[in-house]
């Protein structure tokens, strides 16, 4: 039988990684296995003892752990992925995550003004995230094409209030905020070479700079307009893409509501970005699992889970029957995965959700490690 190490998609994910030390590697492929087990969990909860808790708080302290080697090997994979399809849409869109209750959190940035009757200037304060999510004509994420984190930097008052400053439409676009959308562009093109893929924005997107820059790196885009237009027969297909545009509004509130990152507490805006890109890529897997039994529910689970996770998934739901020979198919999978988290699987009931899966997926974890236990005694 495999280890955790080879076993896991982790490891898989990130077997080209080279953070400067192997300990680093690894320290990497654990952290994404115990948040994937515990989606729900905390650092201190997911992890399995307090020296291993220690571990993943200086992993994130740590400066050799960069945000742009963990996001550039998952980006690698992705473009594999994608590659497999005919064509595929890069979905663009920015959230922010807001931490204005941990007042002693370092380098964050403003991100919104609140005004009112009784309230004089009060900014939220947290980190913008940008992310290009690679996803199918079926609606399956494929994995992140690219993310940009960052503390939004507010020009000082006494410069918005100037009338000799220097006005937002004269500054170079490479200066704007509005740059992040030209930037995944660009490193969506790198990614995918000539491979087909369309590139799918709201109507924050629409840019003069950002189409200029798709005519000249040859990379299509698909952009909400910012004022209503009348479209023909043959802009059918564009309207089915940007319907699939919502699959990163949804991805979003993996983050923000199953994983919820935005109560995560280390002190400083680059270990949060550390943070936030690993669960990135942690909520585009499991995310992923909830959808991929809606397309292609009929390919082997072996892609999803560990040879012994399956088998130990099946005794557990399917009690009295004998192991199939070949690993079930991801429909069946996934719905057993659900059950274990509540899901009742009645003939009315809908596809099962995300929370009834990652409840499902934290007690599969459980049983597997039950099962690894008894069979090293």
């Known amino acids: 039988m495999k280890d955790e190490h080879e076993a896991s998609w982790a490891a898989e994910e990130f077997a080209e990684i080279n953070l400067g030390d192997k300990r680093l590697n690894a320290r990497l492929v654990k952290l994404c296995n115990r948040f994937s087990d515990a989606p729900e969990s905390p650092i201190n909860q997911a992890c399995a003892d307090w020296a291993e808790t220690k571990a993943a708080y200086r992993f994130f302290q740590n400066e050799n752990a960069e945000v742009g080697q963990i996001l550039a090997t998952h980006r690698c994979k992705t473009a594999q992925r994608a590659k497999k399809h005919k064509m595929v849409l890069a979905v663009q869109d920015t959230s922010y995550f807001v931490y204005t209750s ?6 964050l940035g403003k991100l919104s003004l609140m005004k009112g009757k009784n309230i004089d200037k009060i900014y939220s304060n947290g980190l913008v995230v940008h992310t ?9 994420p494929l994995g992140l094409l690219d993310q940009k984190i960052f503390s939004r930097k507010l020009r ?25 959308w030209l930037e995944a562009l660009a490193k969506t093109k790198e990614a995918m070479g000539d491979s087909g893929i369309i590139t799918v924005c709201d109507r924050e997107a629409d840019l003069y700079d950002f189409f200029k820059l798709s005519h000249q790196i040859g990379s299509p885009v698909l ?24 699959r990163i509004e949804m991805y979003f509130k993996v983050l923000k509501s199953g994983f919820r990152i935005e109560e995560c507490r280390l002190g400083r805006a680059d270990r949060l970005a ?34 012994h996770e399956w088998k130990v998934l099946f005794l557990k739901v399917n009690k009295n029957k004998p192991l199939p020979k070949k690993p079930p198919p991801i429909g069946d999978v996934v719905i057993w995965i659900a059950k274990l988290g509540g899901y009742l699987a009645r003939k009315s009931d809908g596809p099962p959700g995300t929370i009834a899966l990652w409840r499902g997926w934290k007690r599969l974890a459980d049983l597997t490690e039950g099962w690894n236990l008894a069979v090293q005694e």
């Open 102 to 107: 941990h007042r002693k959190t370092e380098g």
């Open 132 to 140: 290009c999510l690679a996803v199918t004509r079926e609606g399956l």
């Open 156 to 180: 000082p008052e006494k410069a918005r209030r100037s009338k000799s400053s220097q006005p937002h439409d004269n500054l170079p676009v490479e200066e704007k905020e509005s740059y992040r």
């Open 223 to 246: 952009v909400r307009a910012s004022a209503n237009r009348t479209i023909n027969r043959n802009s059918r297909y564009k309207v089915l893409w940007y319907c699939l545009r919502w």
């Open 274 to 307: 550390r943070y936030l890109t690993v669960m990135s890529i942690v909520a585009w897997r499991l995310f992923m699992i909830t959808l991929i039994a809606r397309t292609d529910p009929a390919a082997p689970c072996s892609a999803l889970l560990a040879d």
